[in-house]
């Protein structure tokens, strides 16, 4: 997807930390990532625009939102991830000129006033870093909670690694944190009513301006100043004192942490305070601002000295929760949310069977289509410009790949794997260079399931044996799938038998194809739980369904929803299915 990061600052923030962060492991994923601030500090890949969002008066807000739409027409833009008010105010007007689906990171406490409530111009979906932000967005603003997802501080937990307690003389107390705004008034507060330059070596790290307000304490305080080692300055400290990303990579690196931050103090974190210290951004964000007994602080000083390290499950917690890969999984998922549901348009996945060369191939069900009409098909597609996407191509959760901007995708899967896919079917795919995801039947030499319908018996057509289907697949144009032995009724047997038919068969197609397989087909449409269940235990990374699942391709990966050609379906019907929101206008939310 092409994203644009959208912030306002003037200084080294958090947020700045988190849009980059996020933003080159999103890039590295694939995406094309542009970025839109008064400044930008930290390392990142990809454009940076510089924008003064700081400006705030109305024709500068004129000029904030016709820029932000020309870089959106400009670098076709699919979506806006916004990162502070100022940007969010402007962005969320530019995009609802533009039609452009946006997501805002809420890093802080909102200001409470009338305008606010009635324009929280946060997009289509607002990220609160912590539940406090979320009650505080629901309570003080009425945010519904519907519209919200708490989406943590992505980190790269793997550059923090636990190190041994350093062996310094004197105990080094390092505070991270800015020197201006509320953090610089509760620096300030620390070293002056706190912490005792006699007995500590206390060393403050910060990339902000120096304030006039911290001369008094030069002769007995290290200002550190900006580093970009991060981890090496934290393993010299006996005790870290800070908020937010903070105290996060601090206790990845085992160290005892003071988590103190705009809002409370939570204290020295572990397993007891660690939901806690999560829901408010390690003290950043509470109810109300600055709520701390500073009386309090000494003590708690002198407890997060008397340990060595953290302890390993108060590291290990954070690591379960803020990993950068995982939390931009989550985004991800979020961007796939918010594009597909606001422009009502998903890659449409559809259905084929069998092909026919002329009218004695006709059946009693429709699941045939005639080959000149399957042509047709495929030459409105190509007309249309799309590109044909295999479930191998969307490996490992790539769901997003199909959203890629200035493509257009769709998928056609044929179920059974009837001899006319070979014959008929492959060389129409071949002609237009399409590929397609076929779902192969191994314990039938036909199809018996609807030959020996007692209410409503089909004619037999013969399915590929294992040559037929080696042959399928090593064109280039063809996935195989499993579709199980017999083709039954899944939700109608028990679980041994539906684990037989599903694992069975995918062994027999694996042995035939010498890979393993990534997609299965439930058999008419029909299963339950246990049919999800047992496919995804099988080593399935996808399952198709037929008219039953979300509207949203990514929602659930084990019950995709696919779109059904019939005999009647000519080029006009295919058009209607293909547009993107067929789905949306057909199925009721």
Same mark, same amino acid.
């Given at each position: 997807?092409?994203?644009?990061?959208?912030?306002?600052?003037?200084?080294?923030?958090?947020?700045?930390?988190?849009?980059?962060?996020?933003?080159?492991?999103?890039?590295?994923?694939?995406?094309?990532?542009?970025?839109?601030?008064?400044?930008?500090?930290?390392?990142?890949?990809?454009?940076?625009?510089? #924008?003064?969002?700081?400006?705030?008066?109305?024709?500068?807000?004129?000029?904030?939102?016709?820029?932000?739409?020309?870089?959106?027409?400009? +670098?076709?833009?699919?979506?806006?991830?916004?990162?502070?008010?100022?940007?969010?105010?402007?962005?969320?007007?530019?995009?609802?000129?533009?039609?452009?689906?946006?997501?805002?990171?809420?890093?802080?406490?909102?200001?409470?006033?009338?305008?606010?409530?009635?324009? +929280?111009?946060?997009?289509?979906?607002?990220?609160?870093?912590?539940?406090?932000?979320? &009650?505080?967005?629901?309570?003080?603003?009425?945010?519904?909670?519907?519209?919200? /997802?708490?989406?943590?501080?992505?980190?790269? @937990?793997?550059?923090?690694?636990?190190?041994?307690?350093?062996?310094?003389?004197?105990?080094?107390?390092?505070?991270?944190?800015?020197?201006?705004?509320?953090?610089?008034?509760?620096?300030?507060?620390?070293?002056?009513?706190?912490?005792?330059?006699?007995?500590?070596?206390?060393?403050?790290?910060?990339?902000?301006?120096?304030? @006039?307000?911290?001369?008094?304490?030069?002769?007995?305080?290290?200002?550190?100043?900006?580093?970009?080692?991060?981890?090496?300055?934290?393993?010299?400290?006996?005790?870290?004192?800070?908020?937010?990303?903070?105290?996060?990579?601090?206790?990845?690196?085992?160290?005892?942490?003071?988590?103190?931050?705009?809002?409370?103090?939570?204290?020295?974190?572990?397993? /007891? %305070?660690?939901?806690?210290?999560?829901? @408010?951004?390690?003290?950043?964000?509470?109810?109300?601002?600055?709520?701390?007994?500073?009386?309090?602080?000494?003590?708690?000083?002198?407890?997060?000295?008397?340990?060595?390290?953290?302890?390993?499950?108060?590291?290990?917690?954070?690591?379960?929760?803020?990993?950068?890969?995982?939390?931009?999984?989550?985004?991800?998922?979020?961007?796939?949310?918010?594009?597909?549901?606001?422009?009502?348009?998903?890659?449409?996945?559809?259905?084929?069977?069998?092909?026919?060369?002329?009218?004695?191939?006709?059946?009693?069900?429709?699941?045939?289509?005639?080959?000149?009409?399957?042509?047709?098909?495929?030459?409105?597609?190509?007309?249309?410009?799309?590109?044909?996407?295999?479930?191998?191509?969307?490996?490992?959760?790539? #769901?997003?790949?199909?959203?890629?901007?200035?493509?257009?995708?769709?998928?056609?899967?044929?179920?059974?794997?009837?001899?006319?896919?070979?014959?008929?079917?492959?060389?129409?795919?071949?002609?237009?260079?399409?590929?397609?995801?076929?779902?192969?039947?191994?314990?039938?030499?036909?199809?018996?399931?609807?030959?020996?319908?007692?209410? %409503?018996?089909?004619?037999?057509?013969?399915?590929?044996?294992?040559?037929?289907?080696?042959?399928?697949?090593?064109?280039?144009?063809?996935?195989?799938?499993?579709?199980?032995?017999? +083709?039954?009724?899944? &939700?109608?047997?028990?679980?041994?038998?539906?684990?037989?038919?599903?694992?069975?068969?995918?062994?027999?197609? /694996?042995?035939? #194809?010498?890979?393993?397989?990534?997609?299965?087909?439930?058999?008419?449409?029909?299963?339950?739980?246990?049919?999800?269940?047992?496919?995804?235990?099988?080593?399935?990374?996808?399952?198709?369904?037929?008219?039953?699942?979300?509207?949203?391709?990514?929602?659930?990966?084990?019950?995709?929803?696919?779109?059904?050609?019939?005999?009647?379906?000519?080029?006009?019907?295919?058009?209607?299915?293909?547009?993107?929101?067929?789905?949306?206008?057909?199925?009721?939310?």
């Amino acid at each position: 997807m092409n994203i644009l990061m959208a912030l306002s600052q003037l200084e080294v923030t958090g947020a700045e930390v988190y849009a980059t962060t996020v933003g080159n492991e999103l890039t590295a994923r694939g995406h094309n990532v542009f970025y839109v601030s008064d400044t930008l500090t930290k390392p990142h890949d990809g454009p940076f625009f510089s #924008l003064r969002f700081n400006k705030r008066s109305v024709p500068r807000r004129f000029w904030h939102v016709g820029y932000l739409i020309y870089l959106i027409k400009k +670098h076709n833009i699919q979506l806006v991830h916004a990162h502070s008010r100022a940007s969010s105010w402007s962005c969320h007007v530019a995009c609802k000129l533009t039609g452009t689906p946006m997501v805002t990171t809420v890093h802080g406490r909102q200001p409470v006033h009338a305008s606010r409530k009635k324009f +929280h111009a946060m997009g289509d979906k607002a990220l609160p870093v912590c539940e406090a932000i979320r &009650d505080q967005l629901h309570n003080d603003l009425a945010v519904p909670l519907e519209q919200m /997802e708490v989406s943590r501080n992505g980190i790269e @937990t793997d550059n923090f690694k636990w190190v041994e307690a350093p062996n310094n003389i004197k105990p080094v107390i390092t505070i991270v944190g800015r020197l201006t705004g509320p953090k610089g008034d509760l620096c300030y507060r620390l070293l002056d009513e706190c912490l005792d330059a006699d007995k500590y070596d206390i060393r403050v790290v910060t990339g902000s301006k120096f304030e @006039t307000r911290f001369d008094k304490f030069t002769s007995t305080v290290n200002f550190v100043g900006y580093t970009n080692d991060v981890p090496t300055m934290l393993s010299e400290a006996d005790l870290v004192i800070g908020a937010g990303r903070v105290a996060m990579e601090s206790l990845l690196c085992g160290r005892p942490t003071l988590a103190v931050g705009e809002a409370k103090c939570v204290g020295i974190v572990n397993e /007891e %305070n660690i939901t806690e210290a999560m829901a @408010t951004n390690f003290g950043d964000i509470g109810p109300k601002d600055l709520d701390i007994d500073f009386n309090s602080i000494p003590a708690l000083v002198e407890q997060g000295l008397a340990s060595a390290h953290c302890s390993s499950t108060t590291s290990d917690t954070i690591r379960e929760h803020y990993t950068l890969s995982t939390i931009v999984d989550q985004i991800e998922d979020i961007y796939q949310d918010v594009y597909v549901t606001k422009l009502r348009r998903e890659m449409p996945v559809i259905m084929y069977h069998r092909f026919i060369s002329d009218d004695s191939g006709k059946g009693v069900h429709g699941t045939y289509l005639h080959i000149n009409m399957f042509d047709k098909h495929m030459a409105l597609l190509n007309k249309m410009g799309f590109e044909t996407l295999t479930f191998e191509d969307l490996q490992d959760g790539r #769901l997003i790949r199909r959203l890629e901007a200035g493509k257009r995708y769709i998928m056609l899967t044929v179920d059974d794997g009837y001899v006319d896919n070979l014959e008929l079917m492959l060389p129409v795919l071949q002609k237009y260079d399409f590929k397609a995801v076929v779902y192969v039947v191994t314990g039938e030499t036909f199809n018996r399931w609807d030959v020996e319908n007692p209410s %409503n018996p089909e004619k037999s057509v013969p399915l590929m044996n294992a040559e037929q289907v080696q042959q399928l697949a090593q064109s280039g144009n063809i996935e195989i799938g499993g579709h199980t032995l017999t +083709h039954p009724k899944l &939700d109608t047997l028990t679980d041994e038998q539906q684990r037989y038919e599903i694992v069975e068969n995918k062994k027999t197609l /694996e042995q035939i #194809l010498g890979k393993p397989l990534t997609s299965f087909a439930y058999p008419f449409g029909e299963h339950n739980q246990a049919s999800k269940d047992i496919a995804q235990d099988a080593g399935y990374q996808y399952a198709v369904a037929t008219n039953s699942g979300p509207l949203l391709f990514h929602k659930d990966p084990y019950q995709i929803r696919r779109i059904a050609i019939f005999p009647k379906t000519d080029v006009f019907g295919l058009w209607r299915k293909i547009r993107g929101n067929y789905l949306f206008r057909k199925v009721k939310n």
